[in-house]
């Protein structure tokens, strides 16, 4: 048998422990694993936080979980694979994930996550086109004549 197409893989010996969740809004899709005890390092699609998220708001809405559940962001490492959706989906889809896992972590985070609306999925996405309209509910001008 050759040991090229063996379907055993090996695991690394030092990978580090995380913790996994998955965060959505609109059609953004956040898959986030934690590392606690880390530096503080947050890599989103192999780029740095502030390489991939330039507005302040979203950076802001970003970290907000690590604040309410009173956890620090520089003893966590963040790796988060985001897929789909813009910029401010992206920001809301990572908070999701994130929340999600360190209520994962620590159960107790999960009230004061929960009355902030962190925990809950923002599941409205946009409607679709009908025929006949230009958008989803918006008809052509109306012309008398």
Request: contains cysteine.
């Amino acid at each position: 048998m050759n040991p090229a197409k063996s379907k055993t893989e090996e695991k690394p010996v030092n990978a580090k422990p995380y913790i996994y969740a998955v965060g959505k809004r609109k059609t953004a899709i956040a898959r986030v694993k934690i590392f606690p005890n880390g530096k503080g390092e947050i890599l989103i699609n192999d780029r740095k936080l502030k390489e991939y998220f330039t507005v302040g708001k979203d950076v802001a809405s970003f970290l907000a979980p690590f604040k309410v559940a009173d956890a620090s962001e520089k003893s966590y490492d963040v790796e988060i694979k985001l897929i789909g959706g813009g910029i401010s989906a992206g920001a809301e889809a990572c908070r999701h994930g994130i929340s999600r896992a360190l209520v994962k972590e620590d159960e107790s985070r999960k009230s004061p996550l929960k009355k902030v609306g962190f925990i809950t999925s923002d599941s409205r996405k946009k409607e679709r086109k009908k025929p006949g309209l230009k958008r989803a509910r918006r008809a052509p001008q109306w012309s008398k004549r």
